[in-house]
């Protein structure tokens, strides 16, 4: 499992790097460059409810949450925001955050949307769902009405 770990403020490319497992998916000169082209005050979130997603048609998520400054050991009044990557490899869904010392395993199908349900009940989290393009555009990360009523 491919796992990389926090490097100075470079959260989001850890964040694709490990959803893609390869160190090479992405560079922080192309990512600066996908900056530049996106409005950085839009956050469009139309995930809310987790259980409304084909886990089988996506390749993983990516979670912008806050998190608090730190110098060292102290802890400043600053909140910034951090990307996580969370997909599934083999049977299992890993947390697979760049701030931790290893990848950890939040297990099935049903322990991921309880995960990702407590991580969305606040407002200033936001959950992206990374998908192939043609999955995106015909909406099949989306589940049928009936599959969602009984999650």
């Excluded at 390869?22 to 809310?48: A, G, M, V």
Aim: with cysteine; hydrophobic share 35%.
């Amino acid at each position: 499992m491919y796992h990389e770990k926090q490097q100075r403020e470079l959260c989001a490319l850890h964040a694709l790097n490990n959803l893609f497992q390869d160190k090479n998916s992405f560079s922080k000169s192309q990512l600066d460059e996908i900056c530049q082209t996106l409005s950085p005050n839009e956050y469009i979130n139309p995930h809310r409810d987790p259980s409304c997603i084909d886990t089988s048609q996506i390749v993983g998520f990516i979670l912008n949450v806050p998190t608090t400054y730190k110098v060292g050991f102290v802890k400043l009044p600053i909140q910034r925001k951090h990307w996580i990557a969370v997909r599934q490899i083999n049977d299992e869904f890993w947390n697979l955050d760049s701030k931790l010392d290893a990848p950890q395993c939040l297990g099935n199908e049903a322990n991921l949307l309880q995960y990702l349900r407590e991580q969305l009940t606040s407002n200033d989290k936001q959950l992206f769902i990374v998908c192939t393009t043609e999955v995106g555009n015909t909406q099949r990360w989306l589940l049928p009405e009936a599959d969602k009523d009984q999650r």
